[in-house]
């Protein structure tokens, strides 16, 4: 089983920098897509930065310039590195993972981590 867990959350003043890590487990599975996303209360959950295996990068519009996602040498690790952080960034930020699952046949798949809280006051 493909499993992905988030690190990293906290409280953090307008202006400071955090790091957020996601330790992706498992076996018999292929990398398609790493993505960092965030929820706010009242608000839909937003795509925040995606990776792909190939190393193609998208941020949202909100954060180009701010964070940057990147992976481990082995790949076994996401990170979202925060910086000039917002109270508007405040949410719960999830780590998301697009696989292709190799066993018996192929098999494309998301999982989802549970989130870290990154709140950022001014």
């Known amino acids: 089983q493909v499993q992905v867990v988030e690190s990293g959350g906290g409280l953090v003043q307008a202006g400071g920098s955090l790091r957020l890590s996601c330790r992706i487990s498992g076996n018999n599975f292929k990398t398609k897509t790493m993505a960092w996303y965030r929820q706010s209360p009242g608000k839909q959950r937003e795509l925040v930065a995606s990776?792909?295996?190939?190393?193609?990068?998208n941020y949202a519009q909100s954060v180009t310039g701010r964070f940057a996602i990147s992976s481990g040498n082995t790949k076994s690790t996401v990170y979202l590195q925060m910086n000039s952080l917002k109270p508007e960034d405040t949410a719960v930020y999830f780590c998301?993972?697009?696989?292709?699952?190799?066993?018996?046949?192929?098999?494309?798949?998301?999982?989802w981590g549970r989130g870290t809280q990154v709140t950022v006051f001014a």
């Open positions: 998301s993972l697009s696989y292709t699952y190799l066993m018996y046949y192929p098999q494309d798949r998301t999982t």
């Open positions: 990776l792909t295996e190939s190393g193609t990068t």
